[in-house]
């Protein structure tokens, strides 16, 4: 599984870095998603991931089975 953010879309609500601050982060300039970590390390953190996706304002977030 890979996260994929389209920053063209995020409204910078910050959802997902309360999802998972290890995966995610936000800008400092624009407050847009930054995903610090594309392929999540363990089953827990790739749920989270899915969390993160779902509760995503914008559908800025979304995941790429490998």
């Known amino acids: 599984m ?3 953010a389209d920053t063209s879309r995020c409204a910078g609500a910050g959802q997902c870095v309360l ?3 290890a995966l ?16 999540p390390a363990d089953d827990q953190q790739a749920a989270r991931a ?3 996706v779902h509760i995503c304002p914008s559908g800025a977030l979304s995941l790429r089975e490998s």
């Open 50 to 52: 899915r969390q993160a």
């Open 2 to 4: 890979r996260i994929v």
């Open 24 to 39: 995610f982060d936000q800008s400092e300039d624009d407050g847009t998603v930054i995903v610090l970590s594309p392929e």
């Open 19 to 21: 999802t998972d601050p």
